[in-house]
Nanobody, 124 residues
Framework: QVQLVESGGGLVQAGGSLRLSCVAS????????MGWFRQAPGKEREFVSG????????SYSDSVKGRYTISRDNAKNTVYLQMNSLKPEDTAVYYC?????????????????WGQGTQVTVSS
């Protein structure tokens, strides 16, 4: 079992920044890859970013590439999502997820555990 708890969401103006955190517990953190997804009202959940077990491999959706940075600190059992140059279309509930296979794909079905989500709202 893996428990994931996100934090760091909030209300920010367009062009601003937020950093999301996701603290994991229950299994050795460095044994699984991590991903961030988001879901806006009326839309399907979409991949945002993924990171490998060691943090050496990262991936991003085209919509956030160059603006978001994913990182992890295995000593703190935490994955981060630094979000810069935020846009109103980034408004969504953001979820972190754990992939025990270590692949950190773009497909939500690949992930085994999910956090409860944190709301990010970007005003224009």
């Amino acid at each position: 079992q893996v428990q994931l708890v996100e934090s760091g969401g909030g209300l920010v103006q367009a062009g601003g920044s937020l950093r999301l955190s996701c603290v994991a517990s229950g299994r050795t953190f460095s044994s699984y890859a991590m991903g961030w997804f988001r879901q806006a009202p009326g839309k399907e959940r979409e991949f945002v970013s993924g990171i490998s077990r060691s943090g050496g491999i990262t991936s991003y959706s085209d919509s956030v590439k160059g603006r978001y940075t994913i990182s992890r600190d295995n000593a703190k059992n935490t994955v981060y999502l630094q979000m810069n140059s935020l846009k109103p279309e980034d408004t969504a509930v953001y979820y972190c997820a754990a992939d025990l296979s270590g692949l950190a794909t773009r497909y939500s079905s690949s992930y085994d555990y999910w956090g409860q989500g944190t709301q990010v709202t970007v005003s224009s």
